[in-house]
């Protein structure tokens, strides 16, 4: 049987990070993954480019059981400190809009980065490596057993992810090991998700689907202004993304696909302005034709400006301004960016990582009960909790 200071599995972002730090402090470190390639959700992340943190991170874009557990890991490596390593290796890289950072080239460089790290630290990875069963033993130390042989190992690192885009292999693991050791599991769903129609709305809108339009996307809880996509199946897009994690089944949402005007008042002012002017042509200036012709009333659409009644034009108001439509459901995790839910953070170390009742068990990253925004904001996560564990371990 194999010895090892510290046993990591999972080689994703948070595992090969912690991995790296802890093979900084000479521990000797193994990293194990069922699958046959490191990094899967880094490479195929950011359309290929990998949007690897965001320059305003602060502990209100995450949402957690446990709101206060991230700040601690997020204050002591932050945005700035993975800029710098990579920085360091000389990758190029751009801000996209709202402080997300995406590599120039591709996902692959941030892989090669922490590969490269990983061997400056001694890390072993050991690949299509399957985990049979966890045994905590008498001396704390820890016995698993695995498709490739026994190993043994004074701390344990879980960082298996979610259950998010199963066809990157991604299990409940995770959850399970934690169940084993008596530490709650909140539900989980997914997040960072298209929403889906209702028939009645698929019918209407799915001659829509590519079209995409600058949107304010409201939940009772929390707005998100950015570009909403129709889809065949619904509505797509960062700010309906966004708003996914919020969302509950049964809950409305409001669609603004005009944000940054009244409509109503507009109206007043071109009726006087531009009296003879049809309808859907004065929308068209700021909305896609096809778009238009979906949403307005053929008879409506066609009107001349000078001729809508009052009522009508707060009808046109309300569907531009503020369209409410209930979504059927989620695709699921599937096309999911992130699981929300997971492992209880009451009942892990906000310092370490360390499971509060269980020496030498450690959870880092996605596996945890903390999910962040659309934006790098889940990668900064799997940096800082990798960090602070690896600090530990």
Not at 36 to 47: A, D, F, P
Request: proline letters at 4%; charged letters at 20%.
């Amino acid at each position: 049987m194999e010895k090892f200071d510290v046993i990591i599995i999972g080689a994703g972002a948070a595992g090969l990070f912690c991995a790296i730090e802890a093979g900084k402090r000479n521990r000797r470190v193994l990293v194990l993954d069922h699958a046959n390639k490191v990094g899967k959700k880094i490479l195929m992340s950011g359309g290929g480019r990998c949007n690897f943190t965001n320059y305003y991170v602060t502990a209100d874009q995450f949402i957690s059981n446990n709101p206060h557990f991230c700040k601690s890991a997020l204050s002591r490596y932050t945005p700035w400190d993975f800029i710098e390593l990579v920085k360091k290796h000389q990758i190029p890289f751009h801000e996209k809009t709202l402080g997300q950072l995406f590599c120039d080239n591709k996902s692959q460089d941030i892989v090669a980065m922490l590969l490269a790290e990983c061997e400056e630290a001694k890390v072993e990875i050991r690949l299509y490596t399957k985990i049979e069963t966890i045994e905590k033993q008498a001396d704390h130390h820890f016995k698993i057993h695995t498709t490739q042989g026994d190993f043994h190992c004074q701390s344990l690192v879980i960082a298996t992810g979610g259950l998010s885009i199963p066809t990157l292999g991604a299990s409940g693991f995770g959850y399970q090991v934690a169940e084993q050791f008596g530490i709650k599991v909140f539900p989980t769903r997914a997040g960072l998700v298209p929403l889906t129609w209702h028939t009645e709305d698929k019918n209407v809108f799915s001659t829509l689907s590519g079209i995409a339009v600058d949107s304010l996307v409201q939940h009772a809880t929390i707005d998100f202004r950015e570009n909403l996509l129709f889809t065949h199946r619904g509505l797509s897009g960062p700010a309906i993304l966004q708003i996914s994690s919020y969302w509950h089944p049964g809950d409305p949402i409001t669609l603004n696909f005009l944000p940054t005007l009244s409509l109503i008042e507009a109206l007043k002012k071109a009726q006087m302005t531009y009296p003879k002017k049809q309808l859907k042509s004065w929308l068209s200036e700021s909305l896609p034709k096809r778009f238009i012709e979906c949403l307005l009333d053929p008879c409506l659409a066609v009107k001349t400006l000078a001729s809508l009644s009052y009522a009508e034009g707060e009808t046109v108001a309300a569907l531009i301004n503020a369209y409410v439509i209930k979504p059927n459901g989620t695709e699921g995790y599937r096309t999911a960016e992130v699981t929300l839910g997971g492992i209880d953070c009451h009942a892990i170390s906000s310092k370490t990582m360390e499971a509060i009742e269980v020496s030498g068990l450690y959870f880092i990253g996605e596996v945890l009960d903390v999910t962040g925004w659309l934006g790098g904001y889940n990668f900064q996560w799997a940096w800082s909790s990798g960090w602070a564990a690896g600090q530990a371990v």
